[in-house]
Structures are given as C-alpha cells and as structure tokens.
C-alpha cells in the first residue's frame, strides 16, 4: 500500500472541443478549396461559350456539387444525401437572394453618378429630362409623395388603429371577418385602388389631384397599419388590463388611457411600415395624381409630382440621361424607405422591453 | 355571460366599431363602384368579354363596333403569374429552409431584416432592375432554352426576338414574389416543435433527414399560404409588367415570344387615352381582376390563419 505522501494530484486541463464545429484547419482548407473552384470556374468562362454571372454561378455549383458528391462516397447513404440536398439549399437560398442583392447593388452604382448637392432641392421646372445631370432634382417629387403619404398617414392611422383596439379590446362580433377583410384587402391590386378613387374621387371633383393620390395610397396603407397595430396591442399583457380594471377603470379608460399609451411606439412603427408600404406605389398615382414638373404645395389643385411617378416617367422617355436620373431618384427613394425600415426597427424594439 | 357596459364604454365600442368596420366597408365599396361603373360592359359583351379576342374602341360613329374583351390579358395575367410561382416556390422553399437551418446564428438576423427590407422593395424597381439589368441575361436563357426545347409549342419562337416576353416577365415577378413567400414559410418552419426536430438527430437522423420527415410536412399549408399570398401579388402586379412586356393584344402562350400583358397593364396602358365607353371597359376589367385577386386572397388568408391557428 501506498503512503498518502506518494498521492499526487494530477489536474488535468480539458481543452472544450466542439465536435459539431470543423477545427480551424479543416476550415482554412475548404475555404483555399472553394477559392481554388472559384478559379477554375472563372476560367471555364473565360474559355468557353458559357458566360456571364450566371454562367460563372452555374459552373461553380455543378463543381461544388461534384465535390459533395465525391466527398460523400462510402459515408452511408443518409450522409451523403444529407450532403448533396444541403449544397443544393444553398444554392437554392443563393438564387432566392441573388435579385434583390442585384437590386440594391444597380441601384447603388448605376445611381450614384446621377446625384449632386442640389439633386434633393431642385425641380424639373427648367430642367429637361435629357439635360446633363448636375441640373434639376427630385425636389418637388419629395414633396408631392410627402404631401400625400402623410395625408394617407392622416387618415389610415386612426381607423388602423381603430381596427386593432376593435380586435383586441373590444372583440366584437365581427372580429373574426374583420381580421379576414383586413388581411384580404392587403392584396387588392394597386391598380384597382387607382381604379376605384378614379371612379368615384376624380369622377366627382372632374380633376386630378394630390388629395384623390393619397386616398387611393390609403387603401393601400389601411391593412399594414390595421395588421401592426393588432400585433402591437396583442403583445400588451393582460394583467396590465386586469389591473386597470382592478382599480376601477372602465373599459374605455383602461384602453385609451392604460393599453394605448403603452404601445405608443408600437403603434407609430405601424404607420412607419404602412408608409414605407405604400410611398413607392406607383400604380394608384398613375391614375390619380399624374406628375408634374414644378414644386407644389397644395395637395388639392391638379396633377402632383411623386417619387415613383418622377421614375416611371423618366424610364420611359428612355434616353440615356433620362434613365440615369430614374436610377437616381430610384436611389433616392430606395434610402427613404431603408430610413423608415431602419426608425420602424428602432422603436418596434423600444415596447418589447 | 351578460356584461352590462357604462354609457362611456358603450359610446367607446360604437366608435371603435365604426373605425373597424370601415375597412369592411371600403373593400364593399370597391368591389360595388367597379361593377356598378363596368355593369354596362358585361350587359352588352356578355361572357364575350371573358372569352372573345378584342379590344377596339370603334370608330365612334358606329361603323366599326366597339368591342371589349379581356381574354387574352387574362390568359397573359395567368400565364405570367404561373410561371412566376414555378420559380419562385422551389426558390423560396430554399431560401426559408436555408436561413432556419442551415445559416450561422450570426448572419441569420442580419438575413431575416434584409428579407424584410426585400418584401418592401417597391414593385417598380423590379421593373426597372428587370429591363436594365436583368432582361440581357433572361434573354440569353429565352435563347438557350429556345434552341434546345423548341419543339415544344410552348417555348417555340419563330422570330428569335427574345426580349420583353412573358417568360422574362414571369422571372422578374418572381424575383418580386420570392421575399413574402420566403417569409411565409420561413415563419412556419421556425414554428416547428423543436422536440420533434431533436428527436429525428437523436435517433441518428441527419440535418435532410429531419427536415424532410418533420419540418417540411409540417409547413406544407403555410407554403401553400404564402404561394398563394405571392400569387395574387403576381397576378395584380401593374408597372413591373407595364415596363417588361410588349402589349400585344392576342393569346400567347409561346412563352419567349416579346409579346404578352396582363389586365393590370392593359388598365395603366388604355387608362390615358380612354373615350367614355372604354373606360367602363377598364372598370369592368378591374373589377375581373379585383374578383380574381381577392379570391385568391381570400383563399391564402384562410389557409394560412387556418395553419396559425394549429400551432400551440
């Protein structure tokens, strides 16, 4: 037997190994793998009649799909199927996210050089489309889509929410073909709301305007705030009501001045998306609102300038200069609505706390 | 249980009410302003106006007849919102599966705002995108999917004109359509029970093996819901159209011939020249597609509902 003095205490470090994660190495080596596939992949289109983006991308998944295939020999047949559908997601996922990436990046370069220091003041009063582009601007078209989108902020936001404390609070009779209607109504066609303000707005004033624009925009708005809205309401706690109640409130004193309050910010995330919906709506205005060429005040007195309305018209005078000043303003009206999406986030992140 | 409210509260549910069924109302109100401004177009077409194959004003003074018909656009509507779901389903079905189970938790968020971002990209972008950027190479697939499978009436071309045909148009609206049904389903894969998922790798199942034996059956309504949900977007999709595809009022279905439309883009082409009688055309042609798209709708609504409902 042993003396206590020959008892050694051994500590023994474990390094935490993380079996579901590739070690570094093996990482460093698909990476010069890929790259090395990238290469030959480039070549390929450089050589043969394969080409383009496109080209290059299919080239490059068949490699990569030849590798998996390779690789997976002799792992058992779940593994490898496992294996090959994985690289076929992905590039699946690639593919789905290609054009909208693609967007934003033409809308970047092809847009950039059309802007200059005056481009978001001036109007196209004495500009013509064709003019060299460190003349004229979007200013007017700012103010026109301003003018009616908050005109159509005016109106959708009460009765938006009106829907959402309808669904919520009150949860009436019809809350179950409210909530249906809502949810349908946000896939009426543009176009068709363009249609129904014509027939009855412009039918009865006998002229265009800004006004008959943002109402044709507020058909389109009312679902998005009406849907947030209850989303908002819906994340109140009920003990918060239950309290309100507890101390006496009524109904309407516990929403209007406990439930609603609460969500403040909820519900101005709800007209931020409802406007970010609709400010690139082009569809209604064309039968609306029209366009013009001059800054413009007052919402009520004939054709209004907007920021789709300013793009479609210069995509289709279709001159060089024309459709650069179209990716310009498409540039322009890609950042208002990054800039709405960015201030919704920030304060839809504010109630949750 | 009876509940007896206070004056206040009552006055507070009358004008709650109100506002909520003011969006009732308005969808009503479309619905009967179209119809009632187009009636006399169906009277005097009759089923023609679905089914015929023209579109002339007349000459006015009666000698050539004004006839109306929306057949082709709406078998352009169709085939152009067909083809964008082709692609678009298997696309997005790739991407929700890719973003739930296959990104690194860090680039997934970053993923899940841009998608959202992506679903308010203004429709008319994609239009523009489409004919600057996207239809040169849409035109080199027309070109190769001609040359090889040509002899299928369906993709046959005569001319070897491929640009602005219903086939580009169908790919760019469904570049459109690929974020909100990406999202759907996305939503409704992340709802799977997690328990059901580790249960599959815990009986050694693999990453495909569990997606296919669990998550996928799972969210094959939500799929359909957000397909659909896409669909009427594809279907009632006006600019995007409007810039991609030659008007050309006959049936195509030689989906790579430059010539096509749809009744949205018929509206926003006829609307600015349009005498009296035309114009109730239009409106009895809008209030076609407001039936169509809002069925459609009506039918994703309750699909997709039906599928929330399900889930604890």
């Known amino acids: 037997m042993s003396s206590t003095s020959d008892l050694t205490i051994q500590v023994v470090e474990a390094t935490p190994t993380q079996p579901w994660h590739k070690p570094r190495a093996e990482q460093r080596r698909d990476a010069l793998v890929y790259l090395a596939l990238a290469v030959v ?34 792992i058992g047949k779940a593994k490898s199927t496992n294996a090959i559908i994985s690289t076929v997601i992905g590039a699946g996922a690639v593919v789905a996210f290609a054009p909208w990436m693609s967007i934003f990046v033409s809308l970047v370069t092809k847009g950039f050089h059309g802007l200059y220091v005056g481009y978001l003041f001036h109007d196209m009063r004495v500009t013509t489309p064709d003019d060299e582009l460190n003349m004229g601007g979007v200013g007017h078209a700012i103010i026109g889509s301003m003018l009616m989108v908050l005109i159509a902020t005016a109106i959708t936001l009460p009765l938006g929410i009106l829907s959402g404390v309808y669904l919520t609070e009150v949860r009436g009779r019809l809350t179950k073909v409210v909530r249906f209607v809502i949810q349908s109504m946000s896939g009426v066609p543009s176009i068709v709301a363009g249609l129904f303000i014509y027939t009855t707005v412009i039918a009865l004033t006998g002229s265009f305007s800004g006004f008959a624009g943002a109402l044709a925009l507020s058909v389109l708005m009312l679902p998005t705030v009406a849907r947030t809205s209850e989303e908002v309401l819906k994340l109140v706690p009920e003990d918060l009501r239950a309290v309100s109640y507890a101390l006496g409130a009524r109904q309407w004193r516990s929403s209007l001045m406990v439930v609603l309050p609460t969500v403040r910010s909820g519900l101005t995330t709800a007209a931020i998306l409802g406007v970010a919906r609709v400010v690139g709506e082009t569809a209604p ?36 200069y024309s459709i650069a000043r179209a990716w310009s303003g ?17 304060l839809g992140g504010k109630d949750k706390r | 249980m009876h509940v007896v409210y206070s004056l206040g509260d009552r006055i507070f549910r009358r004008v709650v009410t109100a506002g909520a069924v003011t969006s009732l109302l308005v969808l009503a109100l479309i619905g009967l302003f179209l119809f009632a401004r187009g009636v006399e177009i169906f009277r005097d077409m009759g089923p023609k106006f679905i089914t015929g194959t023209n579109w002339t004003a007349g000459s006015g003074d009666g000698i050539i007849p004004a006839e109306f018909s929306i057949g082709p656009m709406l078998a352009g509507t169709i085939v152009t919102s067909l083809i964008a779901l082709f692609f678009a389903v298997p696309l997005s079905i790739a991407g929700a599966l890719y973003m739930e189970f296959f990104a690194p938790a860090k680039i997934k968020s970053t993923l899940v705002s841009m998608l959202d971002l992506a679903a308010a990209i203004p429709s008319l972008f994609f239009g523009l995108w489409g004919i600057q950027v996207f239809s040169s190479m849409g035109e080199r697939w027309a070109a190769l999917t001609s040359h090889y499978l040509g002899w299928f009436p369906l993709f046959n071309n005569e001319l070897g004109i491929f640009g602005r045909s219903p086939f ?66 594809a279907l009632g999709e006006t600019v995007a159209v409007y810039l991609l595809l030659n008007l050309v009022f006959k049936y195509n279905f030689n989906i790579l011939e430059s010539e096509g439309g749809n009744i949205a883009s018929l509206i926003a082409t006829k609307f600015g020249e349009a005498t009296p009688y035309e114009l109730k055309a239009l409106l009895a042609a809008g209030f076609v597609l407001f039936l169509l798209t809002l069925s459609v709708n009506m039918a994703a609504t309750a699909v997709v509902q039906r599928t929330a409902k399900a889930q604890p």
């Open chain 1, 41 to 74: 992949a480039y070549a390929i289109v450089m050589v043969t009649g394969i080409a383009g983006p496109d080209g290059f991308a299919l080239v490059f998944f068949v490699e990569v799909l030849l590798l998996t295939i390779l690789r997976s020999r002799g």
């Open chain 1, 330 to 346: 498409s540039l322009v009206l890609m950042l208002i609505v990054l800039a709405l999406f960015i201030t919704a986030r920030r």
């Open chain 2, 168 to 233: 580009i148009a169908g790919l760019v609206l469904a570049a459109m359509i690929v974020p909100i049904i990406t999202s759907v389903s996305r939503e409704v894969y992340s709802r799977t029970p997690r328990e059901l998922v580790d249960s599959c790798y815990a009986l050694g199942g693999t990453r495909w093996g569990a997606i296919r034996a669990v998550v996928l059956p799972f969210g094959r309504s939500g799929v359909v819901g957000g397909a659909m949900l896409g669909l009427g977007r």
């Open chain 1, 285 to 320: 205005l064309l039968l609306t609102a029209l366009s013009n060429n001059a800054f413009k005040f007052n919402p009520f007195n004939g054709p209004i300038a907007s920021m789709p309305m300013y793009i479609f018209g210069l995509l289709q005078i279709g001159t060089e």
